[in-house]
């Protein structure tokens, strides 16, 4: 089996949450807080391997700020489109999807799934080739929210927004170049967000099949948003308005 490093007391007590395959978990020798005790009790209440090591052991894995924890995991899944797509329709009236296309910074990456998993996303698209890789970085950026939220893999977005457009979900895209504010738009319907990166944008070729358009109203001559930020203010306003 895969496997990855991830780091970070709560990147592993969610990793635990979601029941993935632990391997090894590694400790760092004197370490006392609250959520470090909380770890020990869930390693031992799961029956989970760890042993106490000194920081040297632990710098080894990795240079990041571990915060005196390091665990050796499962990858994490990705789920097949069309199956993930259907599951969905079928349970859920107004599902809200998430398509990313070229974000490649890991810490973007994380951050928007945290918010996914946080505000309801009920599956995240990305291509296969020119994106943020789910490794250790991202995990602990979204903070276990990697585990929560289901992601798909596909060659190319197109085929995925095809295909949800052929189950009746509204293509949005996020893009500074629309002229209506997402405020204007209609979220309560199912629906597929579509965010690019913050140096190219969406592609054209995924712009032209979007059904609408619409951006984020800025002040004070900022040219965009980070795009995680962005993803979490358009994530809640299409929560305030499905309450």
Not at 140 to 164: C, E, M, Q, R
């Amino acid at each position: 089996m895969e496997t990855l490093t991830i780091f970070g007391i709560r990147a592993i007590l969610e990793a635990i949450q979601s029941e993935k395959p632990i391997d090894k978990v590694w400790l760092l020798k004197g370490t006392q807080s609250q959520l470090f005790e909380q770890l020990l009790h869930k390693l031992r209440e799961k029956n989970i391997a760890f042993s106490f090591v000194p920081v040297e052991r632990l710098s080894r894995f990795s240079e990041k700020n571990h915060q005196g924890a390091v665990a050796r995991i499962g990858a994490v899944e990705t789920v097949d489109m069309e199956p993930l797509i259907e599951q969905i329709m079928e349970a859920k009236q107004n599902p809200l999807f998430l398509l990313l296309d070229g974000i490649t910074d890991v810490r973007n990456f994380g951050a928007i799934l945290r918010s996914a998993a946080a505000s309801g996303i009920d599956a995240v698209f990305i291509p296969s080739s020119g994106s943020a890789p789910l490794n250790g970085d991202t995990i602990k950026t979204s903070a276990g929210g990697a585990f929560k939220v289901p992601i798909s893999k596909v060659n190319h977005l197109k085929d995925v927004l095809f295909y949800l457009k052929a189950q009746g979900v509204a293509l949005l895209a996020l893009t500074e170049k629309a002229t209506a504010t997402v405020y204007e738009q209609d979220l309560k319907a199912p629906t597929a967000l579509i965010f690019g990166s913050e140096d190219t944008g969406i592609s054209s070729g995924i712009l032209k099949i979007a059904d609408a358009k619409a951006k984020l109203p800025i002040r004070n001559d900022i040219d965009s948003l980070n795009v995680s930020v962005a993803c979490g203010i358009v994530f809640y306003e299409a929560i305030r308005q499905r309450l």
